[in-house]
C-alpha cells in the first residue's frame, strides 16, 4: 500500500479513465477511424502512467522536507519508502514508460511520437527539482502536462488515420478531446494554486515562491474566485455554443458541472483556513471527475 500511495494510485486511476472514455466512450461509438487496437491502447495507458507515476515519485523525493511541514502524517520517503528504493522505481518506471513509447510510436508509422515521452519525463523531473518553486511556472507546466494526458489519446489514436475523407468527422472528435484537455488545464490550473495556498507555511520554509507567498492569501484567493468564475463563464459559453438542443447532455453540464463550479466560487471567496483550502482542492478533483465522466454522453451529437 505505501508503494500505491507514492505512486499517487487515485490520481493515475483517474488518467486511465479518462483515457479510457475517450477511446471507449467517443471514439467508438462515434465509429470513427482509429490507429490502436485494444493491446496497443492498453499500452499507450501504461506508458503514461508509468510517466506519471515516475513524476510523483520524484517530486515526493525532492519535497520530503516541506511534506513533513505541510502533511506529516502522508510523508512516505526516509520513513516507509527508503529514498534509494524511490530513486530506483523513478529510473525503472520513466524507462518503462518511454520504451512503451518508442515501441507504440514506430508501430503507427509516427516515430517522432516517442519524443513526448521523453519530454514529458524530463519535464516532470525539471517540474519536481527546480520549476515547481518559481512564480507560476510550476503551476502552469503540472496543469499541460495533465492537459496533455487527453490529447495523447487523440494525437496516437486520431492523428494517424486521418485521411481526405476521413479528415472532417477526425477534426471534429480531435476539437472535443482539445476541448476537454483545455477544461482539465484550467481545473487543474486553479487547484494547483489552491493547493499553494494550503501548503503556504511548508512552502516558505522550502524556499518557495508560488503565487500565496509573493502575493498573500487574500490577493492569491480573490484570483482563484476570479478563475472560478471564468470557467463558469466558459462552460456556460461552451453549452450555448455546442449542446444547446441537446437536453440530456445540457443538464448534465448544468447541474454536474456548472452548479459545483458556482459552489465552488461562494466558498472560495471566503476561505481562509488550511482545511477550507484542502475543502476546495477536493472539490475542484470532484468537477474534474464530473467533467470526465460526460465524454461517454458526446455521441448523442453526432
Known amino acids: 500500500m505505501n508503494y500505491l500511495n507514492l505512486f499517487r494510485y487515485q490520481n493515475l486511476l483517474f488518467i486511465a479513465l479518462v483515457q479510457i472514455f475517450i477511446k471507449y466512450g467517443l471514439f467508438r461509438p462515434l465509429g470513427i477511424d482509429t490507429t490502436l487496437n485494444a493491446f496497443n491502447f492498453t499500452l499507450l495507458v501504461v506508458a503514461t502512467l508509468c510517466i506519471a507515476a515516475a513524476g510523483n515519485i520524484i517530486n515526493d523525493i525532492y519535497d520530503v522536507e516541506i511534506d513533513k ?7 512516505l520517503i526516509g520513513k516507509k519508502v527508503s529514498e534509494r528504493t524511490a530513486n530506483r522505481l523513478f529510473i525503472i518506471l520513466n524507462i518503462l514508460g518511454v520504451a512503451i513509447g518508442f515501441y507504440l ?39 499541460v502536462l495533465v492537459a496533455m494526458s487527453l490529447v495523447i489519446v487523440a494525437l ?5 488515420a486521418i485521411t481526405p475523407e476521413n ?19 484550467f481545473i487543474n ?3 494547483e494554486i489552491v493547493k499553494d495556498l494550503q501548503d503556504i507555511n511548508g512552502d516558505k520554509k522550502g524556499g518557495m515562491n508560488t503565487l500565496a507567498i509573493a502575493l498573500g492569501r487574500k490577493r492569491t484567493i480573490t484570483i482563484v474566485f476570479l478563475l472560478a468564475v471564468f470557467m463558469v463563464v466558459a462552460v456556460v459559453f461552451y453549452m450555448y455554443e455546442h449542446i444547446y438542443n441537446q437536453q440530456y447532455l445540457l443538464l448534465y453540464f448544468l447541474f454536474a458541472i456548472v452548479a459545483p463550479l458556482l459552489y465552488f466560487c461562494l466558498k472560495s471567496w471566503s476561505a481562509e483556513t488550511a482545511k477550507e483550502f484542502a475543502f476546495l482542492s477536493r472539490l475542484l478533483k470532484v468537477i474534474m471527475f464530473l467533467g470526465i465522466c460526460s465524454i461517454p454522453l458526446f455521441h448523442y451529437l453526432f
Open 189 to 191: 490550473l486553479i487547484r
Open 69 to 75: 511541514i505541510n502533511k506529516p502524517n502522508k510523508v
Open 156 to 160: 496516437f489514436d486520431l492523428l494517424p
Open 167 to 185: 479528415q472532417a468527422s477526425q477534426s471534429a472528435v480531435f476539437k472535443i478531446v482539445l476541448h476537454y484537455s483545455l477544461f482539465a488545464f
Open 105 to 143: 510510436s514506430n508501430s503507427i508509422g509516427k516515430p517522432g511520437f516517442a519524443a513526448l515521452f521523453i519530454v514529458f519525463s524530463a519535464l516532470l523531473y525539471l517540474y519536481a527539482s527546480y520549476l515547481k518553486g518559481m512564480l507560476l511556472i510550476g503551476n502552469v507546466l503540472i496543469s
